[in-house]
């Protein structure tokens, strides 16, 4: 028997470490820091570099990664706890070496990566002397990867990319980006597309525009990290190619199962924080004469807030510790799709219920929550938007079912209560006469 939920000891005494070292060194940085994958900016490359060794000689540098990859080779349920702490400092991921889109992006490397292709562009990654880019998502399209048009032609040794890509985070700041093209049209639809390691500066690689989310500030030239790019006779040579030809969707696939985990224990961190700034204010301000926390409504945005926090967290943790028992992604498949599903609705909600506890001050740019509000939806965009999550876990969940061949349903309550009699007919009878 074992259904656990308490840390052990001392996994425990990590996470204090963890937390302890979050709150004090990384926080602060995300009011200094103006973009923690922006390499090269000096106040960054100040500051960051000196608090990723202090990670390393703890050994919590990139624990996602197998030991062969310099990671602990943690499980998914220690992963999640963790990065529940690392969720709530914008910064903290990059400082533990396991930010996302690089963790996804050196996970596949590592998988499909050839040596020299690993020797290149994973090496580095994994130090973080570069940061990486995904390109997947086109300006027509990104839910349906199957209008996806971006392509590459083989010519001699080489391969020529033209297209377009949409949204394709952290462009500006990559040393390579990895294109989803499509090589092979006349394959199957799911056969057509393939991955491959473009480095930045290659001449063809045109950023269009770098586009923002909603709550920054489009004057403003260093915002804005999601470029929308032009491939314009981008050639790379043929060992660029990232797993096998017509593979792209094999590859996307290996990259996003456990990032969803992970982005979705950093999220219920924020949403932690969040919550907390909830309930300080409800405890805090005052109207007609007694404390918000004492109004009916306000208490209920607590309760429903604190409901959904949960459950959102505990379905996490046990699809955590589900990819540990099973080590078989395809197994958790409906589990992971359903976790990404709960998160923006979660999210959103905690953060409208905290921006309306803090009236004016909440709405304006001096708290978060019109930028998380916003995030909320990245949640529920990126990776996939939720209803295509949701049909995931319906399709897997029927596929549990089986069809009941009669007219009337196997628990139509007249056949049970037939069934039910003429089971015990001795004893209706014995008691009711009734047979
Ligand atoms: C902050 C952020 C960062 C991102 N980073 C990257 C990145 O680094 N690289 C990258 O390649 N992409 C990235 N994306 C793009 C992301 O993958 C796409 O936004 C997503 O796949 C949806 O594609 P789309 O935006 O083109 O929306 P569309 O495909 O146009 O879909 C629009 C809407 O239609 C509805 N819809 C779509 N399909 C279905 C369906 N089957 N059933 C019911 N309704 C449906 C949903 O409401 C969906 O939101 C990022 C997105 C965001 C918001």
Sequence with gaps: MAWEFETDEEFQAELDWVEEFVTEEIEPLDFIVRNPYDVAEPIRAELLPPLQEKVRARGLWACH??????????????????????????????????????SGNSEILAHYGTPEQKERF???????????????????????????????????????????????????????????VVTDPDNPPYQQQS???????????????NVGLGYEDPSDPDAGSHAYIRYTDVRVPAENLLGERGGGFVVAQTRLGGGRIHHAMRTSGRIRRIFDMMCERAISRTTQGELLSRKQMVQEMIADS?????????????????????????????????????????????????????????ASWEMPFAREVIESFHMGLA?????????????????????????????????????????????????????
């Excluded at 030991?67 to 990065?83: D, F, S």
């Design 383 to 435: 990776d996939g938007p939720t209803e295509v999550h949701k049909v995931q876990v319906a399709r897997r969940v029927l596929d549990g079912y089986v069809p009941c061949d009669d007219l009337f349903p196997t628990r139509h309550l007249p056949r049970r209560q037939a069934e039910a009699e003429a089971r015990f007919a001795d004893v209706l009878e014995r008691h009711l006469g009734t047979q």
């Design 195 to 209: 991955m491959f390691l473009v480095p930045a500066d290659t001449p063809g690689v045109e950023i269009v525009r």
């Design 122 to 180: 994973l090496e580095p990654l994994l130090r973080n002397e570069i940061v990486s880019c995904y390109s997947m998502t086109e300006p027509q399209g990104g839910a349906d990867p199957k209008v996806f048009t971006t392509t590459a032609v083989p010519d001699g040794d080489e391969w020529v990319i033209n297209g377009e890509k949409w949204f394709s985070s952290n462009a500006r700041y990559a040393e390579f980006l990895i294109v989803m």
């Design 306 to 362: 604190w409901i959904e926090m949960e459950m959102f967290r505990l379905l996490v943790l046990r699809t955590a510790w589900r990819i540990d028992k099973y080590q078989d992604y395809k197994r958790v498949r409906a589990d992971i799709s359903a976790v990404k599903a709960a998160m923006p609705g979660v999210y959103r909600n905690v953060a409208s219920r905290a921006l309306q506890i803090h009236g004016s001050l909440g």
């Design 65 to 102: 990664l197998g030991p062969e990859l310099g990671g602990r080779g943690y499980g998914q349920v220690k992963l999640a706890l963790m990065n529940e702490i690392l969720g709530r400092a914008r910064s903290a991921p990059t400082v533990f070496g396991c930010q996302a889109p690089d």
